[in-house]
């Protein structure tokens, strides 16, 4: 069921867009990870995709986190994104209001507006976010806001881009090395077929440091994503961080040209745990960052209806003793990646209070996720 929403008629002129410039980089001296970096330009050289799978390895099983280089996403094409994000934000609140995520029935598309609260501490939710579909005949009858309607497009050019570019490319190196054929992981996650895959332009709007640590007092908003893989094209504001293997919380550094990536929970699923979900998180911005707007351009694959969370049938997973037998048993119900996606979508953000869940979990139809400390 596509979400419901009022699409005003397109106005005779369109909304401007500036174009945005990354802020200056934080001078301060961060505890940075230190994630590898993928080079996919090396992707169709005579065994290239062994080689990058082989430099991936670490990093999907143990880390969670890479950095992708060399995609020939132009950035320019990137740059122009980021200001169309930028330029939507700047929109009346009635027309971003004008469709709005149906978090009731755990789909995303739309705009998320920043109206929970923490807690009790009195101070509101700051991430504003809009999350695009895939251009695909499955969603024409999803709404879409005048600004993304205008630039229709660009925007769905890009959309594609990403998928082939980016993730396709990373399904095959991961399918590599689960030694599954080349094209499991992208068939089961493929563009054409119905899912919830978005582009999501994102903005942690300022706060005072005041409100920062009141909000982290309440909760410190570690998580896993909910899909398999998430894209973060890299802004200069730093915030993220990740959970490493050792247990500490380490920044996630900008990157020239670079596409900040990480394993998210189906992908986990589909793996037993092989390919490792990370706990990652956004704190306080450095002090000389604090008055800058986090802008943020990210992608999210998710699989869809046609795709069971089941473990792949991989002779490196069965080898390892990952693949049950229960996992071979094709009699057996199993949760399809959008029914899963959606019901932990319903369960986070179909509220409006941000609550505290440490030490709970999530399970659906079998599959289990921590809430960690969001």
Request: hydrophobic fraction near 35%; glycine fraction near 6%; proline fraction near 5%.
């Amino acid at each position: 069921m596509a979400p419901v929403a009022i699409e005003p008629e397109l106005p005779t002129r369109n909304i401007p867009i500036k174009s945005w410039t990354r802020p200056a980089p934080t001078g301060e001296n961060l505890d940075w990870a230190p994630l590898v970096e993928i080079d996919l330009s090396r992707f169709d050289e005579p065994g290239g995709k062994e080689e990058l799978a082989k430099q991936l390895y670490d990093a999907v099983t143990r880390v969670g986190f890479w950095v992708v280089v060399g995609h020939g996403l132009e950035e320019e094409r990137i740059i122009r994104q980021f200001s169309i994000g930028s330029a939507f934000f700047k929109e009346p609140l009635e027309e971003k209001r004008s469709f709005a995520c149906n978090f009731a029935e755990g789909e995303y598309f739309g705009y998320r507006e920043n109206n929970r609260r923490v807690g009790e501490t009195g101070v509101k939710d700051n991430i504003e976010m809009l999350n695009i579909q895939k251009p695909i005949s499955t969603w024409e009858d999803v709404p879409k806001h005048r600004i993304v309607r205008q630039n229709w497009d660009e925007i769905a050019s890009f959309h594609r881009d990403v998928f082939e570019n980016v993730i396709r490319k990373l399904f095959i190196l991961l399918a590599i090395t689960l030694e599954l054929p080349e094209d499991h992981l992208v068939q089961a996650h493929a563009y054409e077929r119905r899912s919830d895959d978005h582009l999501r332009y994102m903005i942690y709007n300022t706060r005072t440091q005041e409100e920062w640590d009141k909000a982290q007092g309440h909760t410190q908003g570690g998580h896993t994503d909910f899909g398999s893989l998430t894209l973060l094209f890299s802004q200069h504001v730093a915030g993220l961080q990740i959970r490493t293997p050792e247990g500490d919380w380490k920044y996630v550094k900008h990157v020239d040209g670079g596409i900040t990536c990480n394993i998210a929970d189906t992908l986990s699923f589909l793996t037993n745990g092989f390919l490792k979900s990370t706990i990652h998180r956004v704190v306080t911005p450095p002090r000389d960052q604090l008055s800058i707007p986090r802008l943020g351009l990210l992608y999210f694959c998710r699989p869809g209806d046609h795709t069971i969370m089941k473990t792949v049938p991989s002779p490196l997973l069965d080898r390892l003793g990952l693949l049950t037998e229960e996992d071979k048993d094709t009699s057996k119900p199993v949760a399809t990646g959008t029914e899963y996606v959606r019901a932990r979508v319903r369960d986070v953000h179909y509220k409006a209070v941000i609550d505290r869940r440490e030490n709970t979990s999530f399970e659906f139809k079998g599959l289990k996720v921590a809430n960690h400390y969001a």
